[in-house]
């Protein structure tokens, strides 16, 4: 098995998407056990691996329509799905309607970033993506999903419904025709 062929589904590039997926999967574990520091710092190892699979691809032309998918899949996990699973854990919902109030903004977020994702695909797949992002970008939205953690954590921000209402900013976001550079 070589893992420089582009045609091996396993080959370097996308093993490091697969850590990456590994990591999101772990992290979410983690966070139902109430280990949420540990999840962080899966979430950034995730993202260290989502900046490295990228590199490699390119380093080692291994670019392929299988691991553009695939690292869209580790994006969704990582930084979408993860994201949320620590922030909806980590809030305290003292009653069902609360729960299933800060639930639907969660389900919200999630489909928003999933919507996200896959209307990159296919301006990738037209060929029309240019030097700008067009809405924020997943892993960004998890950045600011992880600082509201902070934010409710330390008790800056201590109201459950305004740190949803910072959630829902972040999901329209995503989806929005905000400018932002490529790094």
């Known amino acids: 098995m070589n893992l420089f062929d582009k045609n091996n589904r396993f080959n370097i ?3 490091i998407t697969f850590g990456n997926i590994t990591s999101g999967l772990i992290a979410m574990y983690m966070i139902t056990k109430g280990e949420f520091f540990t999840a962080i710092i899966l979430a950034w190892i995730a993202g260290a691996l ?3 699979d990228g590199k490699v691809a390119r380093k ?10 695939l690292d869209s899949f580790a994006d969704f996990l990582s930084f979408v799905i993860m994201p949320s699973f620590l922030l909806f854990f980590a809030l305290d919902k003292n009653t069902l309607i609360q729960e299933v109030i800060i639930g639907m903004v969660f389900i919200f977020y999630i489909i928003s970033g999933l919507r996200r994702l896959i209307e990159f695909n296919l301006k990738v797949e ?3 993506v240019d030097k700008y992002f067009e809405g924020i970008p997943t892993p960004l939205g998890a950045i600011l999903l992880w600082i ?3 934010i409710y954590s330390y008790g800056v921000i201590s109201n459950i419904f305004i740190i ?4 829902i900013l972040i999901a329209i976001s995503m989806n929005s025709k905000i400018k932002i550079p490529h790094p």
Request: proline fraction near 0%.
């Open 13 to 15: 590039a996308n093993l």
């Open 148 to 150: 509201l953690y902070l």
């Open 164 to 167: 949803s209402f910072f959630v």
């Open 126 to 128: 037209s060929g029309s």
């Open 50 to 52: 989502d900046i490295a």
């Open 60 to 69: 080692y032309n291994l670019s392929t329509e299988f691991g553009i998918q």
